[in-house]
């Protein structure tokens, strides 16, 4: 257990839908990280976020957006679905500062687009 | 090019046995991170090991250990003592100091233990 959680675990959405996920960072970390896993493929940056701003990000349209909260939960949104947006989303959380490398997953949340 | 490669679609072991699991890398970063992670069918990633490029001895966990070579670029994964609930996609994954957080994951390998 890495003390992150994802909720949903599990959504179905149709096409030009809009879909909100959450993630709730192990205490402590203050930022986190997004990314996508398309089916049998690593996972893909989406962004990250550092005391409540988007600090970095992947090679994603602007119709995934994010949010990170003063107690450093996070939302991943995305607009218009598309098919293509089906996938496992992760969100990871670490500390901040040197030495703290590791970021730790959430068990994710596996959106299906139809 | 590709920022991670792992050259091994799938691996079998025997339970009991060694396996190393290959990853290259490629980076002009003099500073950057190195880290394997464990998905089993259930989906979530689970952190095994970490190696930073400034570290002069390999990194260990338990069964796990990486062996780091800078020169060549490579982290290979090693597990000693495989166990049936080692089965599962093994994932390389590298942090450049130059894009934060950000990491890049390879194609991953899946393993499974045979009995």
């Known amino acids: 257990e890495t003390g992150v959680t994802q909720s949903p675990t599990h959504l179905i959405k149709t096409r030009g839908q809009q879909v909100t996920l959450r993630c709730s960072s192990q205490?402590?970390?203050?930022?986190v990280s997004w990314y996508q896993q398309a089916l049998g493929q690593g996972p893909q940056f989406i962004f990250q976020y550092y005391r409540e701003e988007e600090n970095g990000r992947g090679n994603f349209p602007p119709r995934f957006s994010g949010l990170q909260f003063p107690n450093y939960s996070s939302e991943l949104n995305v607009n218009a679905l598309e098919l293509d947006d089906s996938a496992l989303y992760l969100c990871a959380s670490r500390e901040g500062g040197a030495g703290k490398e590791t970021q730790y997953f959430g068990p994710g949340t596996r959106l299906l687009v139809l | 090019a590709q920022k991670i490669t792992q050259t091994q679609p799938g691996m079998f072991v025997q339970e009991k046995e060694a396996v190393t699991l290959d990853c290259t890398y490629d980076t002009s970063d003099p500073s950057y991170g190195l880290f394997w992670y464990k998905q089993p069918s259930s989906g979530e990633m689970i952190f095994l090991i970490y190696?930073?490029?400034?570290?002069?001895q390999n990194a260990t966990e338990g069964r796990y250990s990486l062996n780091f070579q800078k020169a060549r670029k490579s982290a290979n994964l090693v597990i000693s003592a495989s166990q049936l609930g080692d089965s599962a996609m093994y994932f390389c994954?590298?942090?450049?100091?130059?894009?934060?957080?950000?990491?890049?994951f390879g194609a991953g390998t899946i393993l499974r233990v045979k009995s």
């Open positions: 205490s402590g970390h203050n930022t």
């Open positions: 190696q930073g490029s400034y570290d002069q």
């Open positions: 994954a590298m942090r450049e100091e130059e894009y934060g957080n950000k990491l890049v």
